[in-house]
């Protein structure tokens, strides 16, 4: 089983790809039994879509390969706070979990907190996590 430092990695390596369009950084991917069934990463500028957002394309092909708009089972991760419009999706989508990753820069030292998720129709949980 794999932890989730690796598939935040993953989410990163998106990131990248984002960069190397010269697309804001953030990257996103949705994991079901422990493997990935979704990646996505901005695509705004290079498509001239206002809504082409990591998690937004990230939901939308799980969605695909789950044949279902209810993602129950899913867990996001995401390299970046998402926006209203994709948190909106995020909820509507019932993903289970949802982990943030924020590099924080301070006096040369680069430090990352996680935080999770976790959502039912009645409650979200929050766990957050730091690495140093």
Request: one cysteine or more.
């Amino acid at each position: 089983m794999k932890d989730d430092v690796y598939y935040m990695n993953l989410a990163l390596k998106e990131a990248k790809k984002a960069q190397m369009l010269n697309e804001v950084p953030i990257g996103a991917l949705i994991v079901i039994d422990d493997q990935v069934i979704s990646t996505g990463h901005n695509l705004r500028e290079t498509e001239q879509n206002a809504t082409a957002h990591a998690e937004l394309l990230a939901i939308n092909e799980a969605c695909r390969a789950t044949g279902s708009w209810r993602l129950e089972d899913a867990t996001l991760y995401v390299t970046l706070e998402p926006c209203p419009m994709c948190a909106g999706a995020i909820l509507q989508s019932r993903v289970k979990g949802l982990f943030l990753e924020r590099m924080i820069q301070r006096l040369a030292v680069q430090a990352h907190s996680w935080i999770y998720f976790e959502m039912n129709a009645l409650t979200i949980n929050v766990m957050l996590q730091a690495v140093y």
